[in-house]
């Protein structure tokens, strides 16, 4: 198994970049294919973006994709939500995840972090 924790959350303005990190403890980062969901407040989890476990190759959601770039180091067993020119509906908790496949989505993650708030003012 492997433990997920999220950081790199806050506050930023419309137009604004933050970098979210998620440091992953346990079994070696390397054997998961990991990815980034978000939920708004009244609203449920949606996917962000995966990456593959083997090839690397990135996938996002249509309301990410061009702003957004995932990626993962295995050295240091640690996964990244580059954000850029953030908007206010990208206001949401957002969540890493592991699971076993070469990608995930929703219904294949098997781990969670706790999630990091991130907040984008108009």
Do not use: H
């Amino acid at each position: 198994q492997v433990q997920l924790v999220e950081s790199g959350g806050g506050l930023v303005q419309a137009g604004g970049s933050l970098r979210l990190s998620c440091a992953a403890s346990g079994r070696s980062f390397a054997n998961y294919g990991v990815g980034w969901f978000r939920q708004a407040p009244g609203k449920e989890r949606e996917f962000v973006a995966t990456i593959n476990r083997y090839s690397g190759d990135t996938y996002y959601s249509d309301a990410v994709k061009g702003r957004f770039t995932i990626s993962r180091d295995n050295a240091k067993n640690t996964l990244y939500l580059q954000m850029n020119n953030l908007e206010p509906e990208d206001t949401a908790v957002y969540y890493c995840a592991a699971g076993t496949n070469a990608i995930i989505v929703m219904t294949t993650a098997e781990y969670w972090g706790q999630g990091t708030q991130v907040a984008v003012s108009s």
